[in-house]
């Protein structure tokens, strides 16, 4: 296995080109953002946490039949992926009130949803992420109704799947955000990354933010949070 030419850079990890055919190498980098890239900061050790965090949840998503692009780790900041086409949706599932869907309905942060509440948001930097409706995606072409069925079905099991193992780590998973990809024989399957960068996780006796918002909202440290996370998920995944 070699790692090849650079193939795309984002906010917050590397993607490279293998000698192999449809394997990616994924690179996670110490660079944090938030607000669109307006508030940016590096912060040591934060790449080789969402790596380890990520391939500890990838595995565990596995392990109960449900595939991502993750194949195995390298190295404490590096993963091999299977390449695919991401499909330009971040599509984020909320279990509890937080963040966003706090400023847009006014309900109470920490209100515990009955049912998980699903949102679709088009990737484009420029236009900064809008929420977008199924007819808005209809529109933009950028995925069919069969494939947005799967995109929420899949989504869907995903969050009911880490509810549990974070639960069983004391910590509520308030909300997430998925990204899909299709692989060379079309098939989608969950990408990018599952960490504390891309879900809400707070305790669950405490409610303390063991997230991203640390940074967003400079609330302490956030490598601190993180690692709790890492040790909580790997007491879980060991016993
Ligand atoms: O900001 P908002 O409440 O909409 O975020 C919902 C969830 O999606 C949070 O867990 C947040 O970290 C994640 N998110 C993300 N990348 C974005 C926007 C939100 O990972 N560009």
Known sequence: ????????EGKAKKLYKTNLKNLLWMEYKDDATAFNGEKKESL?????????????????????GLESHFVK????????????????LE???????????????????????????????????????PLVNEDHIRLLQVAEPEQLHTLKRQALAINTQLSRLFRQCGLILVDLKLEFGKTADNEIILADEVSPDTCRLWDAATKEKLDKDIFRYELGSLQEAYEDILNRLGGAARG
């Open 73 to 88: 780790k390298i190295s404490s900041t590096e993963q091999l992926v299977r390449e695919t086409a991401i499909i330009p």
């Open 1 to 8: 296995l070699k790692k090849e030419s650079l193939l795309y």
């Open 91 to 129: 599509v984020v599932v909320r279990n509890v009130v937080a963040g966003s869907l706090q400023r847009r309905t006014g309900l109470h942060e920490g209100m515990e949803l009955e049912e998980p509440v699903i949102e679709f948001y088009y990737k484009d930097d420029a236009l900064g992420d």
């Open 44 to 64: 040591k050790g934060k790449g080789r946490l969402n790596n380890e965090i990520t391939s500890l949840v990838f595995e565990r998503l596995e392990a109960s």
